[in-house]
């Protein structure tokens, strides 16, 4: 039975509904023709052309990407912008773009931080900041480790189920500490800090941490702090989003999970750790 780009729409946005989004962001459908037939679909943190050379190797006729291709509005979409050839390249391929942002960031069971938190492990997780009507859904989530850990084994933990990136894994904190209670926030989770404290959270992994924060942070008797790449934090989700799309969808369409991270880092010079 054919599946129609209507039909992955509208499963897409049952997991991962639009109105979980913040405000601010721009998900659903960037391109694409809801009546075109798709017979697979590809997951990726973010549409860089390395992904839409993946996207048209493979014969995907859907892009899914956690962030925007266009978080601000546009007035045109030419080919000789980088952002408007990505688009013309995808077009042509017959391939459409999803965005899920903000949305599965707040999503509950397969949304980001749920990913995140299974991939370390966590038991019993919730939201940092539940989201008012939906259950299960909000940012961050806080859970418990199986068995008490110190933070320099909880770090190596993180990059052992990350993946690798030249900043690799950054922690603020006693490296002895005690690790039980874990709060995480996938993406850019500095503001989720007072959250993670006020749930009793041993340490916050999450990215894109600033120094003054975390300077002031370790004047305090708070939680330690991990740091890690912005896209290995979201990456977790590829693959549960991609199988539960598969799923939903009962193996109508095939799914994949782009190779590598689409970290912008590359390497790293100086002291090691």
Not at 27 to 54: K, W
Request: glycine fraction near 10%; aromatic fraction near 4%; proline fraction near 8%.
């Amino acid at each position: 039975m054919t599946v129609l780009l209507g039909d992955v729409i509208t499963a897409l946005e049952a997991r991962y509904d639009p109105a979980l989004a913040e405000p601010w962001d721009a998900v659903g459908l960037v391109c694409g023709d809801r009546s075109e037939p798709v017979r697979r679909v590809l997951f990726a943190v973010d549409p860089t052309a390395a992904v839409v050379d993946e996207v048209i190797a493979a014969g995907a006729g859907l892009l899914v990407t956690h962030h925007p291709l266009f978080l601000t509005p546009v007035h045109g979409v030419p080919a000789d912008d980088p952002k408007g050839r990505l688009v013309h390249r995808l077009v042509r391929a017959g391939a459409g773009l999803f965005v899920a942002h903000t949305n599965a960031d707040r999503a509950p069971g397969t949304g980001v931080n749920a990913a995140l938190a299974d991939v370390l492990g966590l038991t019993g997780a919730v939201p940092l900041e539940p989201a008012a009507g939906v259950p299960g859904a909000g940012l961050g989530r806080v859970g418990e480790l199986p068995a008490p850990m110190s933070l320099r084994d909880f770090a190596a933990l993180a990059a052992r189920v990350l993946p690798a990136t030249a900043g690799g894994v950054r922690v603020a904190g006693d490296p002895a500490r005690t690790v039980r209670r874990v709060a995480v926030c996938g993406g850019s989770g500095g503001s989720l800090l007072p959250a993670a404290a006020a749930a009793g959270a041993d340490v916050l992994l999450t990215s894109d941490l600033k120094h003054h924060p975390v300077s002031d942070a370790l004047e305090v008797d708070g939680p330690a702090l991990c740091d890690v790449a912005h896209a290995a934090s979201e990456w977790p989700w590829l693959a549960v989003a991609a199988e539960a799309l598969r799923r939903d969808l009962d193996d109508r369409v095939a799914v994949q999970v782009a190779a590598g991270t689409t970290d912008p880092w590359v390497f790293r010079a100086g002291q090691e750790s």
